[in-house]
């Protein structure tokens, strides 16, 4: 059992070696200018069945100089997905996004549920799960000092800060379960035809409400057939083909 | 003195007589009942000149000719008399009574007005009664030629009105009495600069001819559309039997009136068979272009994008498709401009929209292709011909920032960019891989043991707490507690041995001595019994605890020479165990 977790062990390592081999051949394919090239080599990786954020922001870079617009927003946003905080992948996906037809506003957020979007935006759930625990045990631990401390100082002191960190424990779990359940409702995609006919109802019948373009990034909401409910970052809704779109949450 | 008189006399006799003379203004007709057919001739005639003539309006007539004037002087037998006339020529409208309204006219400050006259039409008689009109119409022919009589919609045709006259006879006048309105078409006329008398041939006969107007025609209708008759008025010269002095023959001028015959055409509708969707209409023979004038510029630089069809077709008809740029460019509204010539075969030339386009800011901006669809009517097939995507390239200028389409999503409220640095940011050479299955901390069974397990630290160290106090509390137990540990630390030795008589008691006495020397730091040589009470004494331990003590010894002595049953090695063993502990207790 432990000998075959070892070789399993090997086998990843080695995996990841002869990868980074290949990310950096790549990069100098991308380096000389030869973008088609590079991107093979990139896909070889993907294909491996690792990922980065860096992979997907120099897959990107390459679709950006070869002019797709999609395909480099789609990459970006994979990227951005991975590390939300990367100051050069939010530098080049504006210039992608400058290829885009598209303009559309964004729905302004009023008040508290602004407030609230932006805590539980400060990190992924994982890291409020991690914060969650951290204050239980802390917790747990001022707890413990209270209770086998003397002096009614101390005791007082001790206690406050103890009740004090369960009840930010308290509110830091809601805000994971909140980010979690955001999570999991968070299912955005980039239009990948080059122009498309957003429809009222998922067939063909329907009227038209409204035209998107290659590169513009919609939340899908639901799905029949093959057809998937979208909405736009200024609350419109509509029915796309799902063949005119690609999901971002696939890998 | 006698003849100025006379003619002042007579003169004066003379102008009153003229003076004197009764006004007539009235309406003559030609006829009072006449066919439908046929043409009436109104003369409205007054014996003195007038200002202000006011011709009825001929409600029910068209007025084919006049208003002519004619005005006759006469002087007869010294006596003037004065005409003026004007005549119309009218062909009535309808059938039925119809009234000729009064006319009116001022004549020296007063007006007159003519009676009304009410013409009776008839239905229309048989014509001609004047054999002149059948050789006209026998030798004077308006055709007129179609050429193509099914096109497709938006195909182009012509209709060209010839004028037949045949040899001998001839036309000195025409003027058009209907013409034809193309509903349903696009027409444009291409008259031909003045008349060329050509020659040609019409049922088999030398005939000669002049091409009066060519007419191209864009159908805009499918199915059955009708080109209304040219209708001409024509004075023809009609030989007469009679021959002048030269002995040629003597020509007469007759009206004629000719007709070019309806025509119909039959218009195909487009194939709906792979009709393409971004279709607007163009057919014939096109190229499609999209040409920018520059490929590289700074920011706030204008330039062109021109979006133009050039061919031969219905270019003034289409609709050229529209540019469709990014939203970071600004785009003024095309400026559209046509350079098209039509002749007999269609509209040749070039239609276009030029777009003028400022980027605002750096980045590369694509311009989508756009296509453009038009029936081919050579092949009879849809073609549809795509633009390549062309990009401007913006070398210089401020960076566009935001990031305009986040979404509820995670990290959305980081996407309002601020670039701190304007340029295309270089790949990254660190990989830092990772596997793709991704492994979530949150609700997984690490994650709620690692938030639950260190609450179960509260209650045990509840429950350890109680056990401490609990056992503080209770003397008796704590002192038997203690005298164990320390009989288990000094007597475990003489307990191991418990039973065998030699043994147990060298092993009591012996662990008796090591508790001795380890309380009183004691040395073994001088350790005598005397000693021992002595010291004890000192360190105030009671006098009957030092007693058992002694006794204690002296029983270890006492033993090795007496036979001792298993019951006192118990005893003794429990009471040095005790008096042990009571020591321990006592010695300060």
Redesign the interface.
């Known amino acids: 059992m432990k000998n075959a977790l070892y070789i399993i062990l090997i086998f990843?390592g080695s995996i990841?070696a002869q990868?980074?081999k290949i990310?950096?051949q790549a990069?100098t394919l991308?380096?000389e200018g030869k973008f088609s090239d590079a991107l093979s080599r990139y896909d070889v990786?993907l294909n491996s069945?690792?990922?980065?954020?860096?992979?997907y922001?120099?897959i990107a870079?390459?679709h950006?100089k070869l002019?797709n617009?999609a395909l480099s927003i789609y990459y970006y946003e994979k990227a951005?997905?991975l590390k939300?905080?990367d100051?050069?992948i939010?530098?080049?996906?504006?210039?992608a996004?400058?290829?885009?037809?598209?303009?559309?506003?964004?729905l302004p957020e009023v008040g508290l549920s602004k407030f609230i979007?932006?805590v539980t935006?400060i990190q992924?759930?994982?890291g409020?799960?991690?914060l969650?625990?951290i204050l239980?045990?802390v917790?747990?631990v001022l707890?413990?000092v209270y209770?086998?401390s003397f002096g009614t100082q101390k005791k007082r002191i001790f206690f406050v800060s103890s009740i004090l960190s369960i009840v930010l424990a308290f509110i830091v779990l809601t805000i994971?379960f909140y980010?979690?359940s955001?999570?999991k409702?968070?299912n955005?995609a980039i239009v990948f035809a080059?122009?498309t006919q957003v429809k009222s109802e998922p067939n063909l019948r329907s009227d038209e409400a409204f035209v998107l373009?290659?590169g513009?990034?919609?939340?899908v909401l639901d799905s029949v057939n093959n057809w998937n409910e979208i909405?736009?970052?200024n609350g419109k809704t509509g029915w796309i083909s799902k063949s005119d779109i690609k999901l971002l949450n696939t890998? | 003195m006698k003849l100025t008189k006379q003619i002042t006399i007579l003169l004066i006799i003379l102008f009153s007589s003229i003076a004197g003379a009764q006004v007539q203004f009235k309406t003559k007709v030609s006829k009072k009942t006449l066919g439908l057919n046929e043409r009436l001739r109104v003369d409205f005639s007054m014996n003195k000149d007038g200002d202000n003539f006011n011709p009825p309006d001929f409600d029910g007539f068209s007025v084919v000719g006049g208003p002519n004037q004619s005005v006759s002087n006469s002087w007869i037998n010294g006596k003037r008399s004065f005409e003026k006339t004007y005549s119309y020529f009218l062909s009535p409208k309808r059938m039925g009574s119809l009234m000729l309204e009064s006319a009116s006219i001022e004549i020296n400050g007063e007006t007159y007005k003519t009676d009304a006259i009410v013409i009776k039409v008839t239905k229309e008689i048989e014509k001609p009664k004047d054999p002149n009109n059948i050789i006209a119409s026998d030798n004077i022919h308006l055709v007129a030629e179609v050429s193509k009589t099914n096109p497709y919609l938006n195909e182009a045709i012509t209709i060209v009105y010839k004028l037949y006259v045949a040899q001998g006879t001839g036309v000195s006048n025409w003027r058009e009495t209907d013409d034809p309105e193309y509903d349903d078409f696009w027409s444009q006329s291409i008259n031909p600069r003045g008349l060329k008398i050509e020659k040609g041939k019409y049922k088999g006969e030398d005939y000669q001819y002049v091409v009066l107007r060519r007419t191209v025609l864009y159908p805009q209708k499918s199915g059955k559309l009708i080109i209304e008759p040219l209708k001409l008025d024509i004075v023809a010269d009609i030989p007469t039997r009679r021959r002048d002095i030269f002995g040629q023959r003597l020509m007469s001028k007759v009206n004629v009136p000719v007709s070019a015959g309806r025509r119909t055409i039959n218009v195909k509708a487009l194939p709906e068979e792979g009709k393409p969707l971004d279709f607007s209409g163009a057919v014939g023979d096109f190229k499609f272009n999209l040409s920018t004038s520059k490929s590289k510029l700074n920011a706030n630089e204008s330039m062109q994008a021109k979006v133009s069809v050039s061919g031969k077709g219905n270019l003034k008809l289409l609709t050229l498709p529209k540019l469709?740029?990014?939203?970071?460019l600004e785009v003024y509204e095309p400026e559209h401009s046509e350079n098209v010539r039509t002749n007999l075969s269609g509209m040749q030339g070039e239609v276009s929209d030029s777009y003028t386009i400022v980027p605002q800011?750096k980045?590369?901006?694509?311009i989508?292709?756009i296509s453009f669809s038009y029936f081919d009517l050579r092949t009879e097939t849809y073609k549809r011909i795509s633009s390549n995507?062309t990009?401007i390239n913006v070398l210089e200028g401020p960076?566009?920032?935001?990031?305009?389409?986040?979404?509820?999503?995670?990290?959305?409220?980081?996407?309002n960019?601020v670039?701190?640095?304007d340029?295309?940011?270089?790949?990254?050479?660190?990989?830092?891989?990772?596997?793709?299955?991704?492994s979530?901390?949150?609700?997984s069974k690490a994650?709620w043991a690692?938030?639950?397990t260190?609450?179960l630290?509260?209650p045990l160290?509840?429950v350890f707490?109680k056990k401490r106090e609990q056992r503080a509390g209770d003397i008796e137990g704590n002192r038997l507690r203690k005298a164990d540990r320390l009989a288990k630390k000094y007597l475990s030795e003489a307990k191991k041995s418990l039973g065998q008589k030699d043994a147990f008691y060298v092993a009591l006495e012996k662990a008796l001595h090591n508790y001795l020397k380890a309380k009183l730091n004691i040395e073994t040589s001088d350790l005598s019994k005397d000693k021992i009470k002595k010291l004890l004494l000192e360190r105030n331990v009671e006098n009957t605890v030092v007693v058992d003590f002694k006794s204690i010894l002296k029983n270890c002595e006492l033993a090795r020479y007496t036979p001792i049953t298993t019951v006192t090695m118990q005893q003794d063993y429990e009471k040095s165990a005790s008096t042990i502990s009571l020591i321990d207790k006592q010695i300060r």
């Open positions: 990843f990841s990868n980074e990310f950096d990069n991308y380096n990786i069945g690792e990922h980065s954020a860096e992979l922001y120099n870079n390459a950006y002019n617009i951005l997905a939300p905080k100051k050069d939010q530098n080049n996906l504006a210039f996004n400058n290829m885009r037809i598209d303009a559309i506003d964004n979007k932006k935006n992924s759930f994982n409020w799960a991690k969650a625990v239980v045990i917790f747990v707890y413990l209770y086998f994971t980010s979690y955001l999570d409702k968070n955005p080059q122009e373009h290659e513009t990034k919609v939340q909405m736009l970052s890998f | 469709t740029l990014p939203n970071s800011y980045g590369k901006y694509p989508p292709t995507e990009i960076v566009y920032g935001a990031s305009d389409n986040s979404l509820t999503a995670e990290g959305s409220g980081t996407q960019v670039l701190d640095n340029q295309f940011a270089f790949i990254k050479t660190k990989p830092n891989f990772i596997s793709k299955k991704k979530s901390f949150f609700k994650f690692s938030l639950l260190p609450l630290a509260i160290a509840i707490r």
